[in-house]
């Protein structure tokens, strides 16, 4: 694929191994522009970074080389993994975000963004389960690249988890409900709960987990649909 070049200067300047890289986090950029996007994660001031960058036109930038550690990701767990920057590639969607009017992704965005997940999966041996977006790893503090994202889309390519639809009826009372329904996101990967103790800040955990699969549906509410595509996820 042809890429464009616009290198930042705010990466871990050591060389890391290729078989380190396991995830690949999705990310949107969450501001009013292109440029001013580039710029943020041009400066070193900010300290952010992302190995690419994809503008609404499809055109893919890369911004640090692969075998450096970009800084995208932050404070991140999934599974056994903590700060993810150093295990995964960032990539970077132009997207004015929620706060200043979040966007349907362009047509042409996502397929530049399948076609280099594809690339990467291959060159890397990525599992389709570990394409994730930034507020799987970090559901407290993130909520990109949010519900408009096609997850549904990107599985057709066999990039990120997704569920088969099954009208098995399960119900559970709203305490089982709500046990079981972390112990599947634990089994999925997600963490910062306790699942002896869940507490209100637990409902942010809860949306992450439905703007991923259940994007019309972001309530932070364990509800009987939410519950049951946990369970598909996870059996």
Same mark, same amino acid.
């Given at each position: 694929?042809?890429?464009?070049?616009?290198?930042?200067?705010?990466?871990?300047?050591?060389?890391?191994?290729?078989?380190?890289?396991?995830?690949?986090?999705?990310h949107?950029?969450?501001?009013? @522009?292109? +440029?001013?996007?580039? &710029?943020? %994660? /041009?400066?070193?001031?900010?300290?952010?970074?992302?190995?690419? *960058?994809?503008?609404?036109?499809?055109?893919?930038i890369?911004?640090?080389k692969?075998?450096?550690?970009?800084?995208?990701?932050?404070?991140?767990?999934?599974?056994?993994?903590?700060?993810?920057n150093?295990?995964?590639?960032?990539?970077?969607?132009?997207?004015?975000?929620?706060?200043?009017?979040?966007?349907?992704?362009?047509?042409?965005?996502?397929? @530049?963004? +399948?076609?280099?997940? &594809?690339? %990467? /999966?291959?060159?890397?041996?990525?599992?389709?389960?570990?394409? *994730?977006?930034?507020?799987?790893?970090?559901?407290?503090?993130?909520?990109?690249?949010?519900?408009?994202?096609p997850?549904?889309?990107l599985?057709?390519?066999?990039?990120?988890?997704?569920?088969?639809?099954?009208?098995?009826?399960?119900?559970?009372?709203?305490?089982?409900?709500?046990?079981?329904?972390?112990?599947?996101?634990?089994?999925?990967?997600?963490?910062?709960?306790?699942?002896? &103790?869940i507490?209100?800040?637990?409902?942010?955990?809860?949306?992450?987990?439905?703007?991923?699969?259940?994007?019309?549906?972001?309530?932070?509410?364990?509800?009987q649909?939410?519950?049951?595509?946990?369970?598909?996820?996870?059996?």
């Open positions: 694929m042809r890429l464009l070049l616009n290198n930042s200067p705010n990466y871990l300047k050591k060389a890391r191994l290729p078989r380190n890289i396991k995830f690949v986090i999705i949107y950029t969450g501001m009013q @522009s292109e +440029i001013e996007s580039i &710029k943020r %994660l /041009k400066n070193p001031k900010y300290k952010v970074s992302c190995h690419y *960058l994809i503008n609404r036109k499809g055109q893919t890369q911004m640090v692969e075998r450096f550690e970009a800084w995208h990701a932050g404070k991140s767990r999934w599974k056994k993994f903590t700060n993810l150093k295990n995964s590639i960032g990539i970077e969607l132009v997207n004015k975000g929620h706060q200043f009017g979040y966007q349907n992704f362009s047509n042409k965005q996502i397929k @530049s963004l +399948i076609q280099l997940c &594809k690339i %990467l /999966k291959k060159k890397y041996r990525i599992k389709k389960e570990n394409f *994730l977006g930034h507020s799987d790893v970090a559901p407290l503090r993130k909520i990109d690249p949010g519900e408009k994202f997850w549904k889309k599985s057709n390519y066999n990039i990120g988890k997704w569920y088969r639809n099954n009208h098995k009826n399960m119900k559970f009372s709203e305490k089982k409900l709500n046990l079981l329904f972390f112990k599947n996101l634990k089994k999925l990967g997600y963490r910062y709960f306790n699942i002896n &103790k507490t209100f800040r637990d409902k942010k955990i809860v949306k992450s987990f439905q703007r991923h699969y259940t994007p019309k549906n972001v309530t932070g509410k364990i509800d649909k939410t519950f049951k595509i946990s369970h598909f996820l996870t059996h």
